[in-house]
């Protein structure tokens, strides 16, 4: 005997809500604006993560619960929202999911990064994080720019460029940056990136391995990074493949940090050494 939804009292509802997967959520609240309507504050307790791809599909799911998901092409095949444009179908997620937190995964497309920023901004929304796959090293300061105000940033390959400058007076702050750029690219371009991340919390510049190898930054500019760091900061954590960390501890110390370096890990191709 199905069960009338719609006549059940919240909590209730809430219950039934709690027993089922988020696709059969999504179809429940997909039937009705009433539906929706009361869908909503049974999962308001719920925080969700959207993430959008390079081909405008999406998928939704539970921060608590990877497992718990749902993606745009189960919803074409399930013959959900064939009437609505992407954006509306986006508008109706942000509204019954309670304005999850929104993740870009682009493979070299900043418009379309452009586009969905001023989207969701609409809607009241900022991206929360961007995961791009490729760029040029001409390109990464005014990726950088563009992404100011994302708290989280993934660069996976920084394509190595001849004669490219870094400005280095200008500063970035995000809450996390990873970014993989060749061990060949220019030593002061290296530095110039590095310095200007040194106020975010966590920073993560390693190296793509090539065959001729690549030089490390000299010990100077180890000294003068962690200089730095001492003085103000706002970096948490680490992690380079820039410097010979094996100096870490024996530049750190007569700097006046009180507080000891108890490890240092060296990567040296996909090894760690300590």
């Not at 929202?81 to 997620?93: C, Q």
């Amino acid at each position: 005997m199905p069960i009338p939804l719609q006549k059940l009292p919240y909590l209730a509802l809430k219950e039934v809500l709690s027993t089922m997967k988020l696709k059969e959520i999504f179809k429940i609240a997909s039937l009705s604006k009433e539906n929706a309507r009361r869908v909503k504050p049974c999962i308001s307790s719920q925080r969700f993560l959207l993430t959008i791809f390079s081909s405008d599909g999406w998928k939704i799911e539970s921060e608590c619960s990877r497992n718990f998901e749902y993606w745009s092409e189960d919803c074409s095949k399930n013959g959900i929202f064939l009437d609505k444009t992407g954006h509306e179908v986006l508008e109706f997620i942000v509204e019954v999911f309670n304005k999850p937190n929104i993740c870009l995964l682009i493979k070299n497309d900043m418009e379309k990064f452009h586009n969905y920023s001023r989207f969701f901004g609409t809607l009241g929304l900022k991206i929360g994080q961007v995961t791009f796959y490729r760029c040029k090293q001409g390109e990464l300061q005014n990726m950088l720019e563009a992404f100011k105000g994302v708290p989280e940033i993934h660069i996976y390959s920084c394509i190595l460029e001849k004669k490219i400058q870094f400005d280095n007076n200008i500063n970035y702050y995000f809450e996390s940056i990873e970014i993989r750029i060749s061990v060949n690219s220019d030593l002061k371009w290296r530095k110039d990136l590095l310095f200007s991340l040194i106020d975010c919390k966590k920073v993560n510049i390693n190296g793509i391995t090539h065959r001729s190898g690549g030089k490390l930054l000299p010990t100077k500019d180890l000294k003068a990074f962690l200089e730095r760091w001492i003085e103000g900061s706002k970096m948490e954590q680490f992690s380079t493949t820039a410097f010979d960390l094996s100096k870490f501890s024996t530049v750190f110390k007569p700097l006046g940090q009180v507080i000891p370096v108890r490890a240092v890990n060296i990567l040296i191709g996909s090894h760690k050494r300590y």
